[in-house]
């Protein structure tokens, strides 16, 4: 099983991105997906989660800014990043939460997700 993220880079605040996130051994349609980052020196934070029936879920300060997509004929996941601002610089990681399945009430917590991809840099410019 194996998750490998693409589409990071440099861009100038107000700018977009998107991210892509390949799976492999495993169908993104039959489990919850998710986003992730980590900024120098701080910890691991939650970005946004799609699950098996597509319910999405955002953390808030990336609400109505980024949008999280499935492409189940590509076996992808996609984070959709647009009015990028220098806050959001950080290395992205997807990740999959496999069975059993974590509560609703979870879905934030890395610790609920058991495969994990290598991550790609984002850098916002102001």
């Known amino acids: 099983v194996q998750l490998q993220a693409s589409g990071g880079g440099l861009v100038q605040a107000g700018g977009s991105l998107r991210l892509s996130c390949a799976a492999r051994?495993?169908?993104?349609?039959?489990?919850?997906m998710g986003w992730f980052r980590q900024a120098p020196g701080k910890e691991r934070e939650f970005v946004a989660a799609i699950s098996w029936v597509t319910n999405t879920y955002y953390e808030d300060s990336v609400k109505g800014r980024f949008t999280i997509s499935r492409d189940n004929a590509k076996n992808t996941v996609a984070l959709q990043m647009n009015n990028l601002k220098p806050e959001d610089t950080a290395v992205y990681y997807c990740a999959a939460d496999t069975p059993p399945v974590a509560p609703y009430s979870a879905l934030a917590s890395g610790r609920s997700y058991d495969v994990w991809g290598q991550g790609t840099q984002v850098t916002v410019s102001s």
């Open positions: 051994g495993l169908s993104v349609r039959n489990y919850r």
